[in-house]
């Protein structure tokens, strides 16, 4: 099994910065990509960016020039820098890992965390 813990949630204002981690541990080589997930109330979950575990990254349009995924491979944790944070960014945001592709094609579990609140500040 893999258990994820993301951080680094909060309040901040339009135009405004945080970087989110998530801390993979348990079973990790069971996995080969990490994303990060996002679901604002009253809509879907839905994707912010994904990484796989040669660096390949992909990103959802709206996070597109705002957004960096990244991973430090010795801690275990994915990053998802945000920079000009906008109000319709706030929701809950979930760290994944599973072994497929980036696209999504899952081999097994799909492992989630317990999201960190992210709230954007007119």
């Known amino acids: 099994q893999v258990q994820l813990v993301e951080s680094g949630g909060g309040l901040v204002q339009a135009g405004g910065s945080l970087r989110?981690?998530?801390?993979?541990?348990?079973?990790?080589?069971s996995i080969n990509n990490m994303g990060w997930y996002r679901q604002a109330p009253g809509k879907q979950r839905e994707l912010v960016a994904v990484i796989n575990m040669g660096g390949s990254t992909r990103y959802a349009d709206s996070a597109k020039g705002r957004f960096a995924i990244s991973l430090n491979n010795a801690k275990n944790t994915v990053?998802?820098?945000m920079n000009s944070l906008k109000p319709?960014?706030?929701?809950?945001?979930y760290c994944k890992a599973w072994r497929g592709t980036s696209t999504g094609t899952s081999i097994g579990n799909d492992y989630w965390g317990?999201?960190?609140q992210v709230t954007v500040s007119s």
């Open 20 to 29: 989110l981690s998530c801390v993979a541990s348990g079973s990790i080589f």
């Open 79 to 81: 990053f998802l820098q």
């Open 88 to 93: 319709e960014d706030t929701a809950v945001y």
């Open 114 to 116: 317990q999201g960190t």
